[in-house]
């Protein structure tokens, strides 16, 4: 059962990669897309004009500043 629903969500982020007009690859959906439903980004629109994320969303200037 979890090889299908493995091959399924392969398919369909293989579909959203080639479906968009930016070159992704389908590790970098894997990386992208819990950051843009967490957020509730539009996918459609992040997809084809991606906008660079800052730096600040990741990092504060907190203690993570040090390991920088």
């Known amino acids: 059962?979890?090889?299908?629903?493995?091959?399924i969500s392969f398919l369909?982020?293989?579909y959203?990669?080639?479906s968009s007009s930016s070159?992704?690859?389908v590790g970098s959906l894997m990386a992208v897309i819990p950051i843009l439903?967490?957020?509730k980004k539009d996918l459609w629109l992040w997809l084809n004009k991606p906008k660079?994320?800052?730096?600040s969303m990741f990092f504060s200037d907190g203690q993570m500043g040090l390991f920088l």
């Open 1 to 7: 059962m979890q090889i299908w629903i493995a091959m």
């Open 12 to 14: 369909l982020l293989k």
């Open 16 to 18: 959203l990669s080639d």
């Open 23 to 25: 070159v992704w690859t």
């Open 37 to 39: 439903l967490f957020m």
């Open 52 to 55: 660079p994320m800052a730096e």
